[in-house]
């Protein structure tokens, strides 16, 4: 009974179109055209390469796709029990006809051909956006993209800013920035200045978000008038080599400066806390980044109080920084979960906070998932496997613990897997 | 099977008559007269809040009880997802006769109707206390609280102690104490006196524990006789700007007195670690705390050290701290595993928190439950949520996974939730 | 059907042959000889004592061991939730034929006469070990230990090194190092030299692993030569009373100076991260240990970058910190997961924190078990415990979840249960 419940549970959601609201989509090249797009996701390189793969065997220069698929293949073996694995099996299945349980150096070279004729063919990237339901995908953008040649209403910008706040002591950032914008940076005026242009621009193209990732330590303040001049002032002096203080006083000021620009542009803020860039310093491309799980949304006390207007999407990389999300949502209106991120986005984690938000954050409040996927064809099975595990969770402890009707089960579905994600973002397709 | 198991063992403790450890009951106007009574509860308006109410709707002075149950009820439709929307509807279901699903716009007025005429029949807190099967409830009284007018075998009291520890700078509560024990203040002795004082005045009103909330940064110590009278001097003498470091040292003698007098007056020491007031400012009444989950029990080394004939019933806010109560519990004598506390106090927290306790820690060290509440009507269904959880736990991890009898089951159960309560703050009715 | 494939996939896991990666033998008395060995167990002390037994009657000089057993029979009854309490009673049913669910003073003498008789036996160690189908256990051997006078093929050699790491200060550590190594410390070249005279004498002895166990606190780094020419100078001349700077120089040498041994040694080293010694200052022996669980694996980086070809098999004692260990596992080459460590050897710890693992750690990654134990028949409890949760795990999350085939869920029980210990450490029988 709890198995068939589950099925029909999974079954009505998977029926829904849905808007995936954070990926990192090109565009220009949304699907893939080989294997090697697909394999070449850092979820495979990074799990080879922990399990044997030298990285230069797969980051050659010129490697031709077809061989670096094949050098991938060879080292899957050690992967086959990861939930990663199981999302490339569901895709090969859903898209490419493929029928095994395993990808293997036996049977892999009748799937890269067929897979690329089927790439090949016309409107490809339609055709998965229509079999995986989706009706628009949330896009990464560099701040200084130009945002033109793609339909906006499918592929829909946000803003990522971890260059503006983190990376502006460096003058390729700053000669970027000016030039996307025509604003020369001489003080913390003229860096308003600039953001403010950076945000005309993408409200001119339908952006939906604005986005950043932030490094455990970080605790968002806001900084004097005279303390951002005098910050911004030693950037442009000395750069990356400038004073940690005032290089901090900088970074908060643009932060803070985003978050009022989000106020005023009425954007939702993604905040998504707790990265540590470049941990493991030898590792593949993509696959460096880990974490210090020893953040608290504490951090984000004043940010969440000084802009109560500002609606923050919140992602944790840590579970157990998830209770504080669910607590942090539930006390205060402007904060908002969102998505199971990165490290976080494996069965065993979702289950536990999902269910944590499930009970205690008011259901208009929570983002069910996004892919935060490179290419489109990862969107089926990673979504899939959120909707099961939402399914699971609402059979299990709404349906049987808590008597409610299956109707009602996957009304509460529906809303946190595809309601949330257009209300909130004011999506309207 | 494992669900009609479920249900049996439910049953079975579902008939226990119980001893509601800490609450906030006011026992001179214990249960409720309106649903404003009910619907003023922090959790729902905090989430209501939360959810797009503005403050004002609800703490509009003079508002009437039954505006107020009428704004509410307009903004609960996101909260219809929460466990605590679940204790309400529950509670109007046994208390009132109430049978939807949703309390709504079209439907609340007969309830609030007919609860009104059901909350003025005759000795409705004694109704309220049988229904529940609640044999006396443990209250939170200020420390200058007279303590008469109340049975206090069934209304106990417990000695709150946060003001005396964390706001003694405060003029105010000075006089209060001097008011309350006839002791001027001059020094550390004199304070000692005054709390001792205080200790005799509840323990001839059948006090059975002194308690205290603290934040996620303290960690007691004991403070030399020297430094404790500077301290206090200070203290008396420039108030709340008296030097940090001295305040704190004041702080921690104030907590380290309390200590002893619960070793003399063999009283548990109940310790709420964890909360951090007034984080977000604009909240609701009551509904403005939160957290930094990042607290260690080794903070109160020293403390379990130096008490060992003190019982301390520990309750912690966040569950990620729940694995290092059960090791501090295992492993000292004096430590108590207690309740499920506030945010932490949701099904799936409660399910992994119990599960843990329930497998390392002996069964006559844990507290399984207290209702918190402000009003007698909330026994009923936040202890079922807990019973139904503790069934879950012990029909899954007991009967099934170690294959103990049912009856054992039901035995270990009834020890957690009924009689360690009684034994270790030595209640006998 | 779910329960019983969970009983079909323990029984395949049950039938294997198992190498043991980490106890605490003595090879020379490796098994029982009364009940007051297998009671004696701190698990059994350090419970009975946080129930009420006074340390006292259990840590007696020269107490008999037939009335230690008594006494701790006596405070039984708290402990009989705890899955420690189960460990006993299913021991004493596979080795000793008792039938009851209880070990009481009504019942005990019987089960200690006859087990005192059974224990008696001629080759009683290997009968435990073929019952317990242990084809080897790892020792913790002291790192002057002689290493003779047993077969290192079934009691296999691990230098436990924490001594040479944080005690070196300590005259008579230095004392035993220059008696084992016959090198006079003089300066950190001499240390080196003497540290490498014990791995070339644990090489002769078939050494499989090098072993330690830190503080929460421990941030491994590389401390110049000249920088560890100063500290071990000054710790020769002050011992403990030396600058503590120059101590945690010391510290940090002789670690790092073990990581680049076993680099060259080609040994995995065991990290055992996060123990707090002696919290609780009047513990019974073994019953003082606690933990600070705010830790991260962030203060490995460094390490895990120095030494990439070096196998690093880590323990953390903290379930919050088993994400952080799942993630750096699933990024890192050289960091495998490893067992499930005293205060989280418990079931519902050891459920989440496998079920984790097995999502996205690769399968060839992964240690999943090792008992820690002191003798031998607690092998077959423990590994019980472990088979049965990873059963439950394969059972509930693979082939109901993820529809695999029940074989292919044994062979990846298989692999993390048995084969990757030999693989790892390079045991072949």
Redesign the interface.
């Known amino acids: 009974m709890p198995?068939a419940l589950r099925q029909r549970i999974f079954d009505e959601l998977d029926a829904l179109e849905i808007v995936d609201p954070h990926t990192h989509i090109n565009p220009h090249a949304p699907a893939s055209t080989t294997l090697a797009d697909v394999m070449g996701y850092h979820y495979y390189t990074?799990?080879a390469?922990?399990?044997?793969l030298a990285r230069q065997a797969i980051e050659e220069p010129e490697l031709p796709p077809r061989e670096k698929v094949r050098r991938l293949i060879e080292h899957l073996g050690?992967?086959?029990?990861?939930?990663?694995y199981?999302w490339l099996i569901e895709m090969l299945r859903e898209f490419f006809g493929f029928y095994g349980?395993r990808l293997t150096i036996g049977n892999w070279e009748a799937v890269y051909e067929h897979a690329s004729d089927v790439m090949a063919r016309p409107h490809w990237a339609e055709t998965v956006l229509k079999k995986s339901k989706l009706r628009a995908v949330f896009l990464t953008n560099e701040f200084d993209d130009p945002l033109t040649g793609f339909d906006t209403s499918v592929y829909v910008p946000c803003l990522r800013t971890d260059d503006l706040v983190f990376h502006l002591a460096k003058p390729e950032i700053r000669a970027r920035l000016e030039k996307a914008t025509g604003v020369s940076l001489r003080d913390a005026a003229t860096l308003r200045d600039a953001i403010g242009k950076l945000f005309d621009h993408f409200r001119r193209r339908n952006v939906r978000a604005c986005a950043i990732s932030l490094p455990p330590s970080f605790a968002p303040r806001k900084v004097s008038a005279a303390a951002a001049d005098s910050a911004i002032a030693d950037l442009l002096s000395k750069g990356q080599s400038g004073d940690p203080q005032r290089l901090d006083d900088a970074t908060n000021f643009a932060f803070w400066t985003l978050a009022e620009y989000c106020q005023e542009f009425a954007l939702p803020f993604d905040l998504m806390i707790g990265v540590?860039r470049g941990?493991?310093?030898?590792?593949v491309y993509q696959?460096?980044d880990?974490?210090?799980?020893?953040v608290?949304?504490?951090q984000y006390?004043e940010l969440?109080?000084a802009f109560?207007r500002v609606t923050f999407p919140v992602s944790v990389l840590?579970?157990?920084?998830n209770?504080?999300l669910?607590?942090?949502?539930?006390?205060?209106?402007n904060v908002i979960t969102s998505g199971h991120w990165w490290?976080?986005n494996?069965?065993?984690?979702i289950e536990?906070d999902l269910?944590?938000r499930?009970?205690?954050?008011?259901?208009?409040?929570q983002i069910g998932y996004y892919s935060d996927m490179y290419k489109l064809e990862f969107a089926l099975p990673k979504f899939r496997m959120y909707k099961?595990i939402l399914a699971?969770v609402l059979a299990e402890?709404f349906v049987?613990?808590?008597a409610w009707?299956e109707e009602?089960a996957v009304a509460?579905g529906k809303q946190v897997l595809a309601d949330n994600t257009e209300t909130i973002f004011g999506y309207s397709g």
């Open positions: 198995h990074e799990l390469h922990s399990a044997g050690p992967l086959e029990n990861t939930i990663q199981s349980a540590n941990v493991y310093e030898s590792g696959g460096r880990l974490y210090d799980s020893r608290s949304l504490i006390r969440f109080n109560p840590a579970s157990v920084t209770q504080e669910v607590s942090y949502a539930w006390i205060f209106p490290y976080s494996t069965p065993t984690y536990n269910a944590a499930l009970e205690a954050v008011p259901q208009t409040k099961r699971k402890r049987l613990d808590r009707s009602r509460l």
